[in-house]
C-alpha cells in the first residue's frame, strides 16, 4: 500500500487536531499508518501557517504519548496469558521470561526511548514492556521522552525543509498538494 496524502489532507482539513491524536495514537499501537511520513507532513502544513502550531504539537505528543501507553497496557494486561497460556508453545519457561523482564529492567528500557526510531520497533516495545511488567514510572520517563524527541524532530524537519516539499512529494509520490490548500 502507497502513502498518498489524498487519504490523510480532507481529514485534516476537516477534524484537524483530533485525528492527528487518533492517527499517531492508533499508528503507534500498530495499524499501518506511515508516522514519520505523516509528522514531516504536519510540520509542512504548520511552516505553511496551515494548521497552529501550539494545538498541533500538542495532539501529535498527546496521541504519541496515548499510543504508546495503550500498546504497555495491553502487555500488561495480556501477560499473564501469554506467559501461562502461551508460554509452553513458544518456549517462554518461567525462568526465560524473568531473565528478560531483569534485561529488561537493567538496559532494555533503553529500547523504549530509541524504539521510535526504528519502524516496526516501536509498535513492539510498548507491548514488551507490559508484558514483562516494567515499573510504570521507567516505562515513562523512557517512552515519553522518546516520543517526544521523535515527534520533535520529524516535525522540525517537516518545518524547515517546508520549501522544498513540492519537489519531494512530487519526486516520491508522484502528485501535488497544494490543490488543498
Known sequence: MQFSFNQFLPWIHHYGS???FLWLGLGIIALPIPEESLLLFLGFLVAK???PLFSTVIAVY???CCGITGSYGLGWATS???NRGWGCYIGLTEKRFLKARNWFERIGKWTLFIGYFIPGVRHLTGYVAGTLKLHYRYF??????GGLIWS?????????FYNHWHFVSTALYGM?????F
Request: charge should be positive.
Open 80 to 82: 499473564h496469558y501469554l
Open 62 to 64: 498527546a496521541g504519541t
Open 152 to 160: 520533535s524532530l520529524f516535525m522540525a524537519l517537516g518545518y524547515f
Open 49 to 51: 501557517e496551515k494548521l
Open 140 to 145: 515513562s520517563l523512557y517512552a515519553y521522552s
Open 176 to 180: 501535488s498538494i497544494t490543490k488543498f
Open 18 to 20: 483530533v485525528v492527528i
